[in-house]
């Protein structure tokens, strides 16, 4: 016998007597007790929802709804070489796509933030995925005299999209503690690279399928939807910090200029927020540049032609969108595992192994410029280990904040980690490298040699940007435990 929380009776449940609540709470040995009654049919539909409503499932969907949350941003990656021609369009012009959407992103992600510490997270994320899929796909259909609606769609996405990013991990936190939520906010945090690839495929694929590029933005949206719907139907929604403090009390949720002052003063949010806007500078960069620059290394070893007619050719989007799907795979998998293994040997382990992962990385990302001129094979190489490297501190990151950040102020602290990361990473860097591009070219704009040198030179900045991260999660390792000790007294 199975009793819902309004008293009745649910017929069909195992022999062993439970009590099946919301947050997941149950009681054993429960007698049968002549105030219940049988339940109505849509008491029961109800209760067979509860019963899916489990923590490993809602994570499963939350994962599911974050791939396409990826996917979705850099489908445009993926045929961006035709984009440019279709719109006819620079490079500075064409990073500009991605600049705008990460500044809707990063705007919108403080409000979310507030919103998911005090109303409905599940609803405010199944209305925030319907609407970046429509948005997504009406964009498909704007005509190339209409660019600067083609950009101001890709801010309305970011919106939608940012509404996902800022609310969903902290549904994971409140259901999963210590090393199970390590382990949940791996695979959920795989989704990053995992959906980035997919991506790049997806939008490779759909337009070489269709022969035109405008059906890469079609399919997302559907599959979109769908997660909206299993999120509304099957994600519970449970109590903020039940998973820290089961059967405690938490203190009274404070306003949020108390927050973010709280927020300022943590000094493990403060640096490793900084140094996750050093990773986001890196892959916002990567994730449209580097199949640009791989075509034009191949154009000057003349194994491949310069695109003056669409389709142009998908082959390096599809490499590398494989290559991210692996990394980022191997990346959110051995970080886990390294940070299970040297929690045993420092407490600190979490922003240790984020620091050496980092440098390790500048150092691959380095020598993808010096191979590239030689080979393409190395070059890809060379991208697999750095980005393996590079995707290793995502979820850890995550995990870090959920250390040091109470529960009713970690969507605010998520939203604002976003924010910051998205302001001085992600929002800029696309559009940097581009605009660098644009300007080291103007002396050679013919020269097809100095189109591919230029690029490179361009985007040599991130390898910078990236050894600067490291540092910030070496200072993080410094405060790390005095922050998670404070967090766990409040």
């Known amino acids: ?32 007790n002549p105030d219940l009654h049988p339940c109505k049919p849509g008491q029961k539909f109800r209760a067979a929802l509860l019963r899916c409503r489990s923590p490993t499932a809602a994570a499963g969907i939350l994962s599911f709804g974050n791939v396409l949350n990826y996917m979705d941003r850099y489908t445009v990656a993926g045929v961006l070489l035709d984009i440019q021609r279709h719109f006819s369009v620079s490079d500075s012009g064409a990073g500009l796509l991605q600049t705008v959407f990460i500044c809707s992103f990063m705007v919108a992600a403080p409000i979310f933030g507030y919103l998911g510490d005090r109303f409905n997270r599940k609803v405010i994320l199944s209305c925030g995925i319907f609407f970046w899929s429509a948005v997504t796909l009406l964009s ?8 600067w609606l083609f950009v101001l769609s890709r801010g309305l996405v970011g919106i ?16 999963f503690t210590n090393n199970s939520r390590t382990i949940m906010l791996s695979v959920f945090y795989l989704a990053i690279p995992l959906g980035s690839g997919l991506g790049y495929i997806l939008g490779s694929s759909a337009k070489d399928a269709a022969g035109d590029w405008h059906w890469a933005l079609r399919v997302s949206p559907v599959l979109g939807m769908t997660a909206g719907a299993l999120i509304f139907l099957f994600v519970p929604e449970p109590k903020r910090g039940s998973a820290d403090q089961p059967g405690g009390r938490l203190r009274t949720r404070t306003s949020w200029v108390c927050d973010m002052k709280a927020l300022g003063k943590n000094r ?22 580097i199949p640009q620059y791989l075509f034009r290394a191949q154009v000057v ?72 001129k030689m080979s393409i094979v190395g070059a890809y190489i060379c991208i697999f280990i750095g980005e393996t490297l590079l995707f290793l501190n995502w979820a850890i990151t995550a995990d870090i904040l959920m250390y040091v950040v109470i529960p009713t102020r970690r969507a605010t602290a998520v939203a604002f980690q976003s924010f910051t990361s998205h302001l001085l990473g992600d929002a800029g860097s696309p559009y940097l490298i581009g ?22 030179y361009a985007l040599m900045l991130c390898p910078f940007v990236i050894v600067l991260g490291g540092m910030f999660f070496l200072i993080t390792a410094l405060f790390f435990l005095d922050d998670r000790d404070k967090a766990e007294k409040q």
Not at 140 to 147: H, L, N, Q
Request: charged share 15%; proline share 2%.
């Open 435 to 456: 605009l660098i591009s644009d300007a080291l070219q103007e002396s050679y704009a013919t020269s097809v040699l100095w189109q591919f040198l230029s690029l490179g």
């Open 140 to 147: 498909s259909f704007i005509t190339k005299e209409y660019y």
């Open 1 to 32: 016998m199975c009793v819902e929380s309004d008293g009745c009776e649910i017929e069909g449940c195992s022999s062993s007597d439970e009590v099946h609540t919301l947050s997941r709470s149950m009681s054993t040995n429960l007698k049968s």
């Open 301 to 372: 070893q003349k194994t491949a032609h310069s695109c003056t007619e669409q389709p142009c050719s998908s082959k390096d989007s599809l490499i590398f969108g494989a290559i991210t799907c692996v990394t980022g795979l191997l990346g959110v998998v051995i970080g886990a595992a390294t940070t299970r293994f040297c929690r045993q040997k420092t407490e600190r382990a979490d922003p240790l192994v984020c620091a050496v992962s980092m440098l390790g990385s500048a150092i691959f990302v380095c020598l993808i410029f010096v191979v590239a």
């Open 268 to 289: 493990s949010y403060v640096f490793s927020s900084l140094a996750s806007s050093a990773v986001s500078f890196a892959t916002g960069a990567f994730g449209i540049w």
């Open 160 to 175: 939608g999209e940012s509404s996902y990013s800022s609310i969903s991990p902290t549904i994971i936190g409140d259901l």
